[in-house]
């Protein structure tokens, strides 16, 4: 059974960090994409990040990039979301997703997501 699960999430403080993680099980992440999204309260899920370990290419929307860095361990099979600068506006549920690549790697059609972790920005 494949199973992603998300954990970091907390509250904190604008501009401050958080590093959350991505763990794996039932499928090895080495040719895999995976990214990040999160659902804003009232607001759609939206993409934010993406790393795809088949070459080692990373993708941020604009409102992140800078401020967020997506990594892969592929020994601890686990992808991680390390987030400096934090907004109010970065207030959302983070969830990961797996596919085959970035460039296949949809919303809609994702078919293995984690259950997500919070993250509570306060201004």
């Known amino acids: 059974e494949v199973q992603l699960v998300e954990s970091g999430g907390g509250r904190v403080q604008a501009g401050g960090s958080l590093r959350l993680s991505c763990v794996a099980s039932?499928?090895?992440?080495?040719?895999?994409?995976i990214g990040w999204f999160r659902q804003a309260p009232g607001k759609e899920r939206e993409g934010i990040s993406c790393i795809d370990n088949n070459d080692d290419t990373t993708e941020y929307v604009d409102s992140v990039k800078g401020r967020f860095t997506i990594s892969s361990d592929k020994v601890k099979n686990t992808v991680y979301l390390h987030m400096n600068s934090l907004k109010a506006e970065d207030t959302a549920e983070y969830f990961c997703?797996?596919?085959?690549?970035?460039?296949?790697?949809?919303?809609?059609?994702?078919?293995?997501w984690g259950q997500g972790t919070r993250v509570t920005v306060s201004s």
């Open positions: 039932g499928i090895r992440i080495d040719d895999k994409g």
């Open positions: 997703a797996l596919d085959w690549s970035c460039a296949i790697l949809d919303l809609n059609t994702a078919g293995y």
